[in-house]
């Protein structure tokens, strides 16, 4: 049937954003029709090909479901409360000495082994592998995948560290829509051995310093790419990667601005007030073996220095956007303003929803950290 063509070609042009693709008609085209039920189809990318699959079937047209999503985006962007910068901040604290030192590391030259991963429109995703100069928990090299314009000049150019779980769908929204508006990004891969694998406090420390440490190798890389602006370096990160985020901004004055989603502090706040199951049944076997809840807290406290509220006064805060979750039981909502306080009152979206469920404002918060990237990077 003449229709029938169409019906595929808007169905592939809508895959864009699911990434549907290579499916191949079997049935005959004369057995189509615009709306009607496809007999056969076969789809290159699972489940999602079945959601595409289902919505012809069930003759429910793709401009019905994306003007569902858009009025569901525009409910859920109105319930989010926005605040401006405290009025009366007059800057962040000067970083002392000492603070530097216990963060730096040997300079050298850095030899990297670098991949061609993707090649997209505008840019470029390379992997990009180095070995630290200073390593101080396990022995990995440090991980890249760095998106790179295509066109020349100098870009603004962002750090994205990732959740504990790794590069996910909502790190790579990050990158995605920066890198195809004329942003290069690094997304700095997690450490096999990662905070799961410590086992006292001494260990965590060594976790947090080595990502400090991690990181600013990042920048140094960075900065020495010519498509690199060096003057507009950023970082952003969600949950584990915001508080990440928070301390890298406190310590690398290189970093001129950061967005800071889903985090809080301190760690040892957040390890003790948790309502994430795994974290909690970790304490509660400390305490089965004689600690106390006042001993652990207090450990972690002294020996756990590379502390988002330590360190986040030293960024300022005229350059910091927050994203707090209302409901969050993870990072608890106490420990995310604690940590908004210790940032001098940034700029700050509340989103009304726990940790997990804030996973819905999801375009919202790439479109408002992007807006925020570039009105201090780009006007």
Not at 50 to 76: H, S, Y
Not at 145 to 172: H, N
Not at 340 to 357: A, R
Request: contains cysteine; hydrophobic residues 40%; charged residues 25%.
């Amino acid at each position: 049937m003449p229709g029938s063509k169409n019906v595929f070609e808007t169905c592939l042009r809508h895959s864009n954003k699911t990434k549907v693709f290579g499916f191949v008609i079997l049935s005959e085209a004369k057995n189509l029709s615009l709306c009607g039920r496809i007999e056969t189809l076969r789809y290159a990318q699972g489940d999602k090909g079945k959601v595409l699959l289902e919505c012809l079937r069930n003759r429910v047209g793709i401009g019905k479901i994306f003007g569902w999503l858009l009025v569901l985006g525009i409910a859920l962007s109105c319930s989010c409360v926005h605040h401006r910068c405290d009025p009366d901040y007059v800057g962040p604290k000067q970083r002392r000495p000492d603070i530097l030192d216990y963060y730096s590391y040997p300079k050298r030259p850095i030899e990297a082994r670098v991949e061609t991963l993707k090649e997209k429109r505008r840019y470029i995703i390379q992997s990009v592998e180095f070995p630290s100069a200073l390593n101080v928990f396990s022995t990995e090299t440090i991980k890249v995948d760095y998106y790179m314009q295509k066109k020349e000049g100098k870009f603004p150019t962002v750090l994205i560290l990732p959740i504990s779980g790794g590069i996910d769908f909502s790190v790579t929204s990050f990158a995605g829509h920066f890198a195809s508006h004329g942003f290069n990004c690094a997304v700095v891969h997690n450490r096999e051995a990662d905070l799961e694998s410590t086992q006292s406090a001494e260990e965590i420390e060594d976790y947090f310093r080595q990502t400090v440490l991690d990181n600013r190798q990042v920048l140094d890389y960075l900065a020495e790419r010519e498509e690199v602006d060096a003057n507009k370096l950023g970082c952003l990160g969600l949950s584990l990667g915001g508080i990440r985020a928070s301390m890298l901004a406190g310590v690398d004055e290189r970093v001129k601005c950061v967005a800071i989603g889903l985090a809080g502090g301190s760690i040892a706040d957040i390890t003790m007030l948790t309502g994430e199951r795994e974290i909690k049944n970790q304490i509660k076997d400390i305490i089965a073996m004689g600690a106390t809840p006042e001993l652990i807290y207090t450990e972690l406290s002294e020996k756990v220095v590379t502390d988002p509220i330590r360190l986040a006064p030293y960024a300022d805060a005229r350059n910091v956007l927050m994203f707090i979750a209302m409901f969050d039981q993870v990072v608890p909502r106490d420990c995310c303003d604690w940590l908004w306080e210790s940032c001098g009152k940034p700029e700050v979206i509340y989103l009304p929803s726990g940790h997990y469920g804030s996973f819905l404002f999801l375009p919202y918060a790439v479109c408002k950290t992007f807006d925020f990237f570039e009105e201090k990077f780009c006007h």
